[in-house]
């Protein structure tokens, strides 16, 4: 059906910067809004960064001036460039996309990606 494949986590240094990738691909008809969120071990999942069709994005506080995100419509992917990253940026990061499927164009759901670890660390 849908199938969305991150990649890009891993381990870097205080400074450092990584790019995740999420590629979505299936029966899909239209994406809408697409998003990152993060996990980290004994906390609630949290929104990192959304980016809408439009090209609109929100961005949570703890990550604004440092992540940005952006979208390649032709290949229905998502990126989040992290720069400047923080140990407390370490988490699970997930990728969300909201989309309609071709075979029932009216509803839009939303999936998920497996999860990439970053791991910010000296």
């Known amino acids: 059906q849908v199938q969305l494949v991150e990649s890009g986590g891993g381990l870097v240094q205080p400074g450092g910067s990584l790019r995740l990738s999420c590629a979505a691909s299936g029966n899909i008809f239209s994406i809408n809004d697409m998003g990152w969120y993060r996990q980290a071990p004994g906390k609630q999942r949290e929104l990192v960064a959304s980016?809408?069709?439009?090209?609109?994005?929100n961005y949570a506080d703890s990550v604004k001036g440092r992540f940005t995100i952006a979208r390649d419509n032709a290949k229905n992917t998502v990126y989040l460039q992290m720069n400047s990253l923080k140990p407390e940026d370490t988490a699970v990061y997930y990728c969300?996309?909201?989309?309609?499927?071709?075979?029932?164009?009216?509803?839009?759901?939303?999936?998920w990606g497996q999860g990439t670890q970053v791991t910010v660390s000296s």
């Open positions: 980016i809408t069709r439009g090209g609109g994005t």
């Open positions: 969300n996309i909201d989309l309609r499927l071709i075979f029932d164009r009216r509803r839009s759901s939303e999936y």
